[in-house]
């Protein structure tokens, strides 16, 4: 279903920035309640987990695409009473180039997409140099 709402994707920069947040897309679903994971899918690529945040604001990053160089960069934190979840992307590069979705699920810790119950539409990160 989708209950969500993604935004603060664009046209940016090698080596720029961009935060992206995920809210309800109406006031009649609580928010906070929920897990959050963000996901992402390249051009000509399945949809992959990125990582996750809890109601209480532990996370964690999936393996497949964070190599060791690199995790951590993007970070994901929630603000419980703007009731948003952010994702954070600095010095961005051309490979992170895709559709950013996130999900919730009344559980934490989920790393297949099926298991997650609402959805928003996804917002557009396009890196060009």
């Known amino acids: 279903q989708v209950r969500l709402a993604e935004s603060g994707g664009g046209l940016v920069n090698v080596g720029g920035s961009l935060r992206l947040s995920c809210a309800a897309a109406d006031s009649t679903f609580n928010f906070n309640f929920y897990a959050i994971a963000w996901f992402r899918q390249a051009p000509g690529k399945e949809r992959e987990l990125v990582g996750a945040?809890?109601?209480?604001?532990?996370?964690?990053?999936?393996?497949?695409y964070y190599s060791d160089s690199e995790r951590g960069r993007f970070t994901i934190s929630r603000d419980n009473a703007e009731n948003t979840v952010y994702r954070k992307m600095p010095r961005l590069t051309a490979e992170d180039t895709a559709v950013y979705s996130c999900?919730?699920?009344?559980?934490?810790?989920?790393?297949?997409?099926?298991?997650?119950?609402?959805w928003g539409r996804g917002t557009q990160v396009t890196v060009s140099s």
């Open positions: 999900a919730a699920a009344e559980n934490y810790g989920y790393r297949t997409s099926k298991l997650y119950d609402y």
């Open positions: 945040i809890s109601r209480s604001g532990d996370t964690f990053y999936a393996d497949s």
